[in-house]
């Protein structure tokens, strides 16, 4: 260990620091953007290894593990904290700057940690800096939001802390490796990192969350939470079939609700989830080609999710709404916006020249190569589904479909910036896609242009279009409307309350008759008392003297007594 | 009615105000032009569709050697999800105020984070 090396965590940490006295402005944006490039050149030049070690609470901490499944993560972290603060350069908010930071070094923090302890500490330090980003909003919606995303974040720190625990009494070990499901300690810690990774049914948070969160802290949310979970879940559970079954139903049920959702932000967090989902799939099959595809699908939809984001933050920005309904005909202003979101699009939705195709394919290889057909089939569902939703509806209906009659001003020039930036990465990754391979956990070649490859993709893309073109023409697409859609959040958002209510309804009914009767037998009682005792009760028509004087002598027997006997 | 017509006098006075690049794409308004784009669509995909006969495939399942399988697949299960996701709507749909009056779905976004400007101004 060099006594010199900061694990890179703290780095943030002391800009976080560091921008509570700087003064609010310029000096202040610009330390946001420098501490990720720092960060983001010290992980690239360390070497591999654990590298520093700490002793505390009689535990060997590993806050520091560089190898090259947590560098490719901790970069990918390290950009996206700049392009996010990049693009929120105008925000003047002391506590979101704060929150950016921490956030994203905690991130950082969780992916470099080699025990579970560690772990845990910055997985709680994501949950609560990045509350502050949705609490942001300062409204009363995202209060609740705010309130019901952290319990949620929360209790997944919990569990993990309680499965560390679990673990270290069954294995007498903290390291964070390879675990394998079965005993309660890893069910434990497998369903932490599930919650955080959106699995189908503990998904909602992300899908109510990410809306309700400021425009650019929805940017700075998207990246690291969900694709932290990633990595743990790579890190710890690779190879384990369930996540297979775990991963395509995510990839394929969220996109049915992002059909008929109307806010346009919301369409993306289902998105994000349908995404995360071949990630999954591919830490499921675990296979060398499975994880670098999961690694690099990571990367490479930080930067597209991010992209897409921004544009839909910049129209909120200018428009003050991100719903379907309220939007259209933007592109005659925002044309700048409009094509940094087709970018985006094409990006997710595998295009080839594009980021999605050459990390996409990677997990659907593998899945071929291990021949899961029916997997193979939904996640081939899933791409054209993500093409047809946000390749399509995304820019369609904030920039075309029906004229809104807003005349939005251009985004301003460091959010073009920032998306501008963003857009050439994921177009980047298409065109030179072996920088990023060079970049995985593993030494595979791959070629994603095949002829083959490209010309089915293109087959996929364009038949989607054709489907959507046809149900729009003939007026079947379900139209944009001011709605929500109830999901499994209704259970504890609806159901719940009303189970507690009418529980509490009971228990108070059950009691106040208990009570109730109590008290009357105890009324009577005082009534008969006061009836006889009180000032005008039989017994008080003579003064009790004689039972007084008795009293006393007895009184002085027992004090005679204790004296004789002590 | 009315509101549509101002709506589009609007938009004939902004024309010239508009971005370089935004009056470029006003091209795109035009019925006749969408019409021209579907059917430079139709002629892609039906020109996807016959260069799947003319190279030889290297695939992981056999159900790719079906000519246009992709195509096929892709055109179909857009239209099940889309069809799903309509059919499904119809139980799932609830008022923007439903989980409490105060959602995010239905307050304003807090107008002095916004720097809303008005494309003219």
Redesign the interface.
């Known amino acids: 260990m060099t006594p010199e090396l900061v694990p890179t965590a703290f780095l943030f940490v002391a800009g976080a620091i560091l921008l509570g006295i700087l003064p609010q402005g310029r000096l202040r944006a610009a330390l946001l953007l420098l501490v990720p490039v720092l960060a983001a050149l010290q992980v690239w030049t360390l070497p591999a290894g654990n590298l520093v070690s700490v002793q505390a609470f009689g535990l060997d901490l590993e806050p520091m593990r560089v190898d090259n499944l947590s560098r490719v993560f901790g970069l990918i972290f390290c950009l996206a904290a700049f392009l996010g603060n990049l693009y929120a350069w105008?925000v003047r908010d002391t506590i979101q700057q704060i929150a950016a930071l921490i956030y994203a070094g905690s991130a950082i923090g969780a992916v470099f940690a080699g025990d579970l302890i560690t772990l845990f500490l910055w997985w709680e330090g994501t949950a609560i800096a990045s509350v502050f980003l949705i609490w942001a909003?300062?409204?009363?919606?995202?209060y609740?939001?705010g309130m019901r995303y952290l319990m949620i974040q929360v209790g997944s720190g919990v569990l993990l802390l309680a499965g560390a625990a679990l673990y270290h009494q069954e294995t007498g070990r903290l390291t964070f490796e390879a675990m394998t499901l079965g005993s309660p300690a890893t069910w434990a810690i497998f369903l932490a990192f599930g919650i955080k990774c959106a699995f189908p049914l503990l998904h909602n948070w992300l899908q109510d969350s990410y809306?309700?969160a400021?425009?650019t802290g929805t940017v700075i949310l998207s990246a690291f939470t969900t694709k932290l979970a990633v990595y743990a879940l790579a890190r710890g559970f690779a190879g384990t079939e369930f996540l297979i079954y775990i991963g395509a139903t995510m990839a394929l049920f969220p996109?049915?609700?992002a059909?008929?959702e109307n806010?346009l932000r919301r369409v993306l967090a289902y998105l994000l989830n349908s995404q995360l989902g071949f990630m999954v799939v591919g830490i499921g099959i675990g296979t060398e080609l499975a994880l670098n595809g999961t690694a690099a699908h990571a990367f490479a939809s930080v930067l597209y999710k991010a992209l897409l984001f921004m544009t839909v933050g910049a129209v909120?920005?200018?428009?003050?709404?991100a719903k379907g309904s309220e939007l259209g005909g933007l592109?005659?202003?925002?044309?700048?916006t409009?094509?940094f979101c087709v970018v985006g699009a094409a990006s997710i939705s595998s295009f080839p020249l594009f980021s999605g195709f050459t990390s996409k394919s990677l997990i659907l290889?593998a899945a071929?190569?291990a021949?899961y057909?029916w997997i193979?089939?939904i996640l081939?569902?899933a791409s054209?589904?993500a093409f047809?939703l946000s390749g399509i509806k995304i820019p369609y209906f904030a920039f075309?479909a029906q004229?809104s009659?807003k005349?939005?001003?251009?985004a301003?020039t460091h959010m073009l910036l920032a998306m501008g930036l963003t857009a050439a990465l994921c177009i980047g990754i298409g065109v030179f896609p072996d920088r990023l391979y060079a970049l995985l956990p593993y030494e595979v070649e791959y070629h994603p242009y095949?002829?083959?490859h490209v010309?089915?993709?293109?087959?996929?893309?364009?038949?989607?279009?054709?489907?959507?073109?046809?149900?729009m023409?003939k007026g079947?697409?379900?139209p944009q409307?001011?709605?929500?859609?109830?999901?499994f959040d209704w259970t504890y958002?609806?159901a719940l309350p009303l189970v507690i209510g009418w529980l509490r309804w009971a228990i108070s009914s059950i009691w106040g008759a208990a009570t109730g009767l109590g008290l009357t037998a105890l009324n009577a009682l005082v009534l008969r008392i006061y009836h006889s005792h009180g000032p005008e009760g039989r017994m008080a028509h003579v003064w009790p003297t004689g039972s007084m004087v008795l009293w006393i002598a007895i009184l002085l027997g027992v004090v005679l007594i204790v004296n004789f006997a002590s | 009615m009315s509101?549509k017509t101002?709506?589009e006098m609007?938009?004939t006075q902004?024309i010239a105000k508009?971005?370089a690049?935004?009056?470029?794409?006003?091209f795109?308004d035009k019925r006749s032009t969408v019409d021209r784009l579907?059917y430079v669509?139709?002629a892609?995909?039906a020109l996807?569709?016959v260069?799947?006969f003319l190279?030889?495939?290297?695939?992981?399942?056999e159900?790719?050697y079906v000519p246009?399988?992709?195509?096929?697949?892709?055109?179909?299960?857009?239209?099940a999800?889309?069809v799903?996701?309509?059919a499904?709507?119809v139980?799932?749909?609830?008022?923007?105020t439903?989980?409490?009056p105060?959602?995010?779905?239905?307050?304003?976004?807090?107008?002095d984070?916004?720097?809303?400007?008005?494309?003219?101004?």
């Not at chain 1, 909003?137 to 995202?142: F, L, P």
């Not at chain 1, 010309?455 to 149900?471: D, E, K, M, R, W």
């Open positions: 105008h909003r300062r409204t009363e919606g995202a609740h939001t809306p309700a400021t425009v996109i049915f609700y059909v008929i806010d909120m920005f200018r428009t003050g709404t592109y005659r202003t925002m044309p700048l409009l094509i290889s071929g190569h021949q057909n193979w089939l081939v569902f054209a589904g047809l075309f004229d009659g005349r939005p001003k251009e301003p095949t002829t083959g010309i089915t993709q293109f087959q996929l893309l364009f038949f989607s279009a054709l489907a959507f073109t046809v149900l023409r079947y697409y379900p409307l001011n709605s929500v859609n109830l999901d958002r609806k | 509101e101002k709506t609007d938009v902004d508009l971005p690049l935004g009056r470029r794409l006003m795109l579907v669509l139709y892609a995909c996807l569709f260069l799947d190279y030889k495939k290297k695939t992981y399942f159900i790719e246009g399988f992709y195509a096929v697949y892709g055109f179909f299960t857009c239209v999800l889309v799903c996701a309509k499904i709507r139980f799932l749909k609830r008022d923007e439903y989980y409490a105060k959602d995010v779905e239905g307050e304003d976004y807090p107008a984070q916004l720097e809303k400007v008005r494309h003219d101004t």
